[in-house]
């Protein structure tokens, strides 16, 4: 299937491994450009240099709880590219523990950063978009059931997917789609991160892989392809919409 993405340009936030840059590679394999973000300038500079350079990638050393970063990003695609046809808003999660455990700070962190840093994002970048433009933010299972431990999470994903729907509404008319999409377990080092913290790895990953039914853990590249097709002229009937990517663990029809 040609998805249409050849020329198009696409800002990833939190892209400088993990899914965000799962969705790169699949974006840049299938002739986009992308400008991605992080707060590392050693590992933007190596994403950008691993998805071919400035002809495929430029990158912005950014964080999104700066009011300033949306705008950056907007204006760095279309500097460099000449034009900006959608994104994917990714941030790294937030402190684990139950919702009665953390603290206030942790709590304001996390609004700060997951909640209205991503906020901030979909509705500059929505702004920015031409007719046929996408954006997809990248949630978690947790926006349609609590996951124990992760109480942070369970409270601010819900209500990102919300916002989604809410501006999918108000920039339909304008041709603009916005999805969100549910990554259950991935194999990247914040699931990685996780595992180590109960103390014994090899365990808790069994027993993650045992209540998934296809029985495994996925791969980044599995959720860059789904990213990288929503965020597509193949997928430009699909909008205001929660996509799981979670190997069939949620149990909701």
């Not at 050393?61 to 907007?74: H, K, M, S, Y």
């Not at 978009?129 to 978690?140: E, N, R, Y």
């Not at 929503?230 to 949620?250: E, F, M, Q, R």
């Amino acid at each position: 299937m040609d998805l249409g993405l050849t020329d198009r340009v696409y800002v990833l936030t939190g892209a400088s491994r993990g899914l965000g840059f799962a969705t790169a590679q699949c974006l840049v394999a299938d002739g986009a450009r992308v400008v991605l973000s992080a707060r590392r300038d050693d590992e933007v500079a190596a994403a950008t240099a691993a998805l071919g350079g400035a002809d495929r990638a430029v990158g912005v050393t950014a964080d999104l709880a700066d009011p300033a970063t949306p705008g950056r990003l907007v204006e760095a695609a279309q500097r460099h590219f000449g034009r900006l046809d959608g994104a994917l808003i990714s941030v790294g999660g937030p402190t684990p523990g139950s919702a009665a455990s953390v603290d206030d700070e942790q709590w304001r962190h996390a609004f700060e950063t997951v909640f209205l840093g991503s906020v901030r994002t979909l509705r500059t970048v929505a702004a920015a978009l031409p007719d046929g433009g996408a954006i997809a933010l990248v949630l978690s299972t947790s926006a349609r059931g609590p996951i124990p431990g992760l109480g942070i999470s369970n409270g601010l994903r819900p209500g990102l997917a919300g916002v989604a729907k809410d501006v999918a509404d108000e920039y339909g008319p304008r041709g603009v789609r916005v999805l969100g999409l549910l990554p259950g377990r991935i194999l990247t080092d914040r699931n990685r991160e996780l595992f180590a913290a109960t103390g014994d790895p090899e365990r808790a990953r069994a027993e993650a892989e045992a209540s998934i039914p296809l029985r495994r853990i996925g791969d980044p590249a599995e959720f860059g392809r789904v990213a990288a097709f929503v965020l597509s002229p193949a997928a430009s009937y699909l909008t205001g919409i929660t996509i799981p990517v979670d190997g069939g663990a949620l149990r909701g029809l």
